[in-house]
């Protein structure tokens, strides 16, 4: 099956700092999408990318589909923005079965 | 338009005992898929259904676990006779059609078998 790898597995910021969190995949996609999961255990969605940019306020992605990795952007990143950041892809046509990586662990200190 | 609701957000059963976990989609989704993110880790599919239908149970261990999402209620997960490793956080997410499309998640249900 399709491996995903994210990096950096821990990441510690101040308040302010802006971060770029990395996920390579080892085969076509056809689903991309980021995640939060909060201190308390929430998924919540960030971004379904594919392909190219998208922005949303301090966040902002880009998947680069034909070299096989997407990076997201946190910008003058904020203590409520700790968590775990995962990367899910699809290789199939059918349905959204999300293969996980392992997130990268973000704490960003007042 | 809410969400996916997932209940109950805790359940706590004693080994040998069922946990049945419901998750109802959001509005207009049809597809459903559970997950589990064991303690320290990632994500893994467990299950993809369609209304009355498995489409794919690729991940779901092959003793004790089952899945329906019938014609009319929530999708149930069903584990049968628990175990300290089944001690997980399940989480259900949806989309609206089958194609390549966002899948949304629930808040999660927390599973402690003591």
């Known amino acids: 099956g399709i491996q995903v790898e994210q990096s950096p597995p821990d990441l510690i910021l101040q308040e302010g700092a802006n971060s770029t969190l990395r996920c390579n995949f080892s085969d076509s996609v056809n689903n991309l999408q980021w995640f939060h999961q909060n201190p308390w255990g929430q998924l919540i969605n960030l971004f379904y990318i594919p392909s190219g940019t998208k922005q949303n306020g301090r966040l902002s992605a880009t998947t680069v589909a034909t070299e096989r990795y997407s990076l997201l952007y946190i910008s003058s990143s904020q203590t409520t923005d700790s968590g775990v950041y995962f990367c899910?892809?699809?290789?199939?046509?059918?349905?959204?079965?999300?293969?996980f990586g392992e997130g990268t662990q973000l704490t960003v200190n007042p | 338009n809410a969400g996916v609701m997932q209940n109950p957000r805790h359940l706590v059963r004693r080994r040998g005992q069922e946990a049945r976990l419901r998750c109802s989609p959001m509005?207009?989704?049809?597809?459903v898929y559970w997950y589990r993110q064991l303690p320290e880790e990632g994500l893994k599919f467990m299950v993809y259904l369609q209304k009355e239908n498995i489409i794919d149970e690729s991940g779901m261990p092959k003793e004790r676990f089952s899945a329906e999402f019938p014609k009319e209620g929530p999708s149930i997960l069903r584990i049968q006779q628990v175990v300290r490793g089944d001690s997980a956080a399940y989480f259900c997410?949806?989309?609206?059609?089958?194609?390549?499309?966002?899948?949304?998640f629930g808040q999660g249900t927390r599973l402690t078998v003591v």
């Open positions: 899910a892809v699809d290789e199939g046509t059918s349905g959204s079965r999300l293969t």
């Open positions: 509005k207009g989704h049809s597809h």
């Open positions: 997410a949806s989309s609206p059609w089958g194609g390549n499309t966002e899948a949304f």
